[in-house]
């Protein structure tokens, strides 16, 4: 047991680090030191950085250009990208899509999808929940009706991030309505999104920001070979997809940089007469978002490498516990970073960067995105399978209560 | 020792909360935020004709002599409905500056506009830089023939539209010194004033104030001269006992939707409320719920106590215990709806800021504990 990255992960840890400070464009990390969630014109850049240097498909096997990393590497890798903080790949494309085609798709499909996802020339999106099917998702009732050599698709989707950037919609579908098991009537189709009959529709969320959407498909028809998998099999691809956001599921990078802006930002603010980072009080809170930081680290890399020892084939239920404190620690820093702002973080400021206009400063530059952040991170326990539903996982597959 | 409501008590609610639930709908409120003011005027005008803006005033100024416990129903009720109008700046801050601290003649002439809805007013003590501090004040006031008012407020509630403005200056002493404060009255319009109006994150209305060579006369003076901070202080505490009661207002609309959704959601075959562990997750929430009103009322019976130390541990008891119920039953109440509850088009996560707002004005949970500890003997 060594609890110490080798020296050649440390070696690893401080390329990926050097990389990222030497190539990120300066304007993305300034805003994005700030709390400013990336524009997709700076995601798409940041990822065709990554990807010219061969490190986008960071967990793609080496004949798909994937870097030919181990599972620890992926995760030094991931943990750097995030807390630099750098624009996440597009998880869509290459945690989700990628490995799905790679294992379960036709050459042409492989040939036609990987280099453009890897690229992110097509932007995809994921289309599995709708109204009636969020956690219990294999009752989604979307339909795929074979028509000679398309199938023709009505139905809809919703909580589709990002639905209203994207090019391609990996979807789940009913193909067969009488399958004796619901889950034995599903399909995975491939949905140009400027196929005739596919409507967006934004939901604005409680942050204020247009990341959710609706999608309409009304005799949507898509060409059969957009097919992934045997029809009717889609639900063993669903569960490979959804085993696979594994690696890095619980995002500490970015409660790590939360972290570390508590105690840039209470610095400058007081309490009781001093600088709120001499209060003993909230030292003791940052303290224990360290401790937990420091525990889901370990716990990490335990995951990781028990998983690189199966041989990458047995998915861990102890990912469910990555899942429940990844996301309670991403909700409790994002807490505490609002906290430290206090009032000032209360206002919907309009201005963006007082440093980037001439007008005088509202607002101090810090205040903007604090309470957006905590707000949308009140999602991080919702999405990815809730954290309810994690625990019945942890029930069933360890407890057998 | 007595939890029972008079009749008069009883009256009150029920005409509130029949005109807010004529007037007040998600879909209504909704048209309200984007009025230019932020708020409905009309409405304004209805709280004037039903007595509720003279609620805590004194007879002989046209009020109705009401107490705390009024005002807390009221607020419970408006924080049900998320209610947008003035009120607490202008009745409850401003009210509490002016009963407290304005000359006889001072009262004579801006309480009968209050209760009639003609003048609205802001409470601007706080700013940027003093975060919760009280007494962080650089804002300061120098007497020549008149006063002279120069510097900056921060998140002033309903500052953007109020007619007058209730600033706190520095007349003596340096930051952070607790003499040396002293209040004024200042028309909204004076030269020199620079308002910058925004929304704060539950959709109320708010402002950065600056005052630049703003001349005051002599009697805009309100209170005594050099020593404001008892009266800062009084007005912060009813301020905190007001939105405690429109948190646990909040929390009561929260639970009831959250539980109406638990027994309607249908997965895996079943209403999601079937599952034990989300109904305890419920009963936790209602065990916040209880604990929350609890310090509320706390917070509203303190008003009255006379020894300052005493009300003002008791009262900051009380923001922690509200504080701590608010945050778990808001946060649940959005886990429980799930996706649905990260919309903006779903109610809950409107209460959700709104309580969110609140924890964050005079003094959050850090703040207050802290007070406490401070006082452990
Ligand atoms: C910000 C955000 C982004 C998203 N992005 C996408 C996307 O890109 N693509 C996509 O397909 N989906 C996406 N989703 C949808 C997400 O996967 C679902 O919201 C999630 O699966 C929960 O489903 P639901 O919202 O219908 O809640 P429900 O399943 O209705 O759950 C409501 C509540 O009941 C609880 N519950 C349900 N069943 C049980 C049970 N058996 N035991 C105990 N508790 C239970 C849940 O934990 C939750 O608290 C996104 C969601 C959010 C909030």
Redesign the interface.
Known sequence: MDLQLAPEEVAFRDEVRTFIRDNLPPNTRDRMRLGYKPSKPEIIAWQRILNAKGWATFNWPREYGGPGWSAIQRMIFLEENLSAPAPELLSFNITMLGPVLIQFGTEEQKRRFLPRAANLDDWWCQGFSEPGAGSDLASLRTAAKRDGDHYVVNGQKIWTSTAHHADWCFCLVRTNPQAPKRQEGISFLLIDMKTPGVEVRPIISIDGSHHLNEVFFTDVRVPAENLVGEENKGWSVAKYLLGNERTGIARLGISKAAIRRTKEVAREVRMNGRPLIEDKAFRIRVAQLEVEAKALEIMQLRVVSAFEKSGGKKPDPLSSVLKIKGTELLQNSSELVMDVGGPQAMPVWQQELAALTNEPALAPDWAAQMAPAYLMLRAASIYGGTNEIQKNILNKAVLEL | MDFDLTEDQRLLTESVVRLLGDTYSFEQRKQMLSLPNGYSERLWRQYAELGLLGLPFAEDFGGFGGGPVDVMLLMQAFGRHLVLEPYLATVVLSGTALRLAGSDAQQAEIIPAIVSGKTTLAFAH?E??????M??VLTAAKHQDDWLLDGAK??VLHGDTADQLLVSARTSGER?DPQGLSLFMVDASSPGITR?G????DGSR?A?ISFSSVHLPTEALLGEQDNALPVIERVVQAGIAATAAEVVGGMETLQAMTLDYLRTR????RP?GE?Q??QHRAAEMLVNLEQGRSMAMLATMMLGEPDPAERARNISLAKVGVGQAGRFVS?NA??LH??I?????YAA?HF??RI??FE??FG????H???L?DDID
């Open positions: 706080y940027r830089q003093a975060r919760y501090d007494t962080d921060s998140v952070d910058h925004y929304a704060l994150r708010a950065e249908q997965q895996f075959g999601i599952n562990a989300l946060q959005i886990q799930g996706g509850g990260m919309t903006d088009e996560g959700f800021r969110m707002v964050h004005l959050d949970i850090a703040y504990l802290d007070k500890a």
